[in-house]
């Protein structure tokens, strides 16, 4: 007939573990918010842990002719 107190439990249980998975969903919002370096000539988006030396290889790569500096004007010191 109905169920008893250990069945409502496990239910619940059920139920928070569903809410909870919805909840997580993926990273790609978050990480869209953490572009925040950019390259000031192409405008490229950089995350924001990207460091120093891949700024600079991007900049040699991509700008050879341009100075490190305009392309990232937060490099200098």
């Given amino acids: ?6 069945q409502k ?3 619940a249980r059920e139920r928070n573990l ?4 919805a909840a997580k969903g993926s990273q790609l919002e978050s990480n869209k918010k953490a572009m925040t370096i ?3 000539v192409c405008m490229q ?3 924001c ?4 030396v891949k700024c600079r290889e991007h900049a040699e790569a991509k700008h050879s002719k341009v100075d ?3 392309c990232f004007p ?4």
């Fill in 74 to 77: 937060h490099l200098q010191k």
């Fill in 45 to 47: 988006t950089f995350i």
């Fill in 18 to 21: 569903e809410k909870q998975k």
């Fill in 38 to 40: 950019q390259c000031k």
């Fill in 1 to 6: 007939m109905g169920g008893g107190n250990g």
């Fill in 68 to 70: 490190v500096y305009q």
């Fill in 9 to 11: 439990a496990r239910m």
């Fill in 49 to 52: 842990t990207t460091s120093e």
